[in-house]
């Protein structure tokens, strides 16, 4: 195979400065983890070496994360250096060398703000839940949030 045959054409490649869609997935991973701990940019910059505005930049995807700052990253938030790459969509998989075969970013990144779990809200709601003490009022606000979903929603049978 010679490097003609896969080098990509001008035409197939992002503008510059557009970020790839394994450092936006990646960089959204941290970001959702970052949340659900509590931690601010700050914070992590802090444990890290790094200013906040780094830390934006890699949420974004708009820097790549490097394997000794992965793991620095990993062992800070707690999570496996494979957290990051978990639930990646098919479209991110999809890729041949740094650029989307199938999608643009824009698409890339709509899959994963359409997804509940990377959303700040989803995540705040979790950290709340989480800090309720006792176990029976937990079970409680837990059966109450299903009971106004399944009461809101008309597909689902309320007979549950």
């Avoid at 650029?99 to 989803?122: F, G």
């Avoid at 299903?146 to 809101?152: F, G, R, V």
């Amino acid at each position: 195979m010679t490097s003609s045959s896969t080098a990509l054409k001008a035409a197939d490649r992002p503008p510059l400065g557009t970020p790839r869609p394994v450092d936006v997935h990646v960089g959204a991973r941290l970001r959702q983890r970052r949340t659900l701990l509590g931690m601010s940019q700050e914070k992590l910059g802090e444990a890290v070496g790094l200013t906040f505005q780094q830390i934006q930049k890699y949420e974004r995807g708009a820097n790549r994360i490097g394997a000794s700052r992965l793991y620095q990253l990993s062992n800070v938030l707690d999570v496996s250096v494979s957290y990051f790459f978990e639930e990646m969509p098919g479209e991110v998989q999809r890729t041949r060398g740094d650029y989307a075969m199938s999608s643009r970013v824009d698409d890339i990144e709509a899959v994963q703000t359409a997804d509940p779990m990377a959303r700040r809200e989803t995540l705040e709601l979790v950290r709340a839940y989480y800090r309720i003490e006792d176990p029976k009022v937990r079970k409680r606000v837990f059966e109450l949030t299903k009971s106004i979903a399944n009461a809101t929603d008309p597909d689902v049978d309320s007979v549950a």
